[in-house]
């Protein structure tokens, strides 16, 4: 956890050095928007291709939808911490005078 407290405080003072803070809520809300948005295409292709090869090969379904749920879950979580990471940003914005 303190990996990742570091890698927030760093990108907090970061973004109050170069932006003073004014913008950074904004891009953090718009950086859960695009990890949603990014996770949400994946697993859609992903699912995409396993109905169509469930289609061309039927005998293979089992293979197929086992690795298509594995896919998805190690999507879901990249997007997970990515938006928690964002979310946190989020949270560690100093007010501004």
């Known amino acids: 956890m303190a990996v990742g ?15 003073g803070g004014g913008l950074v809520g ?4 718009m950086g859960v928007g695009l990890v949603v948005f990014g ?19 039927p005998q293979a ?5 086992g690795a298509m749920l594995l896919t998805a879950a190690l999507i879901e979580g990249v997007a ?5 990471i ?3 940003v989020q949270g560690n914005i100093a007010p501004t005078p």
């Open 61 to 65: 379904s089992g293979d197929i939808r």
């Open 80 to 84: 997970l911490f990515g938006a928690v």
């Open 26 to 29: 904004l891009g953090a809300g």
């Open 5 to 19: 407290s570091d890698i927030v405080t760093f990108l907090t003072q970061l973004a109050e050095v170069t932006l």
């Open 86 to 88: 964002c979310m946190m």
């Open 39 to 57: 996770a949400g295409f994946g697993i859609s292709r992903i699912a995409s291709a396993a109905v169509e090869s469930i289609a061309r090969q």
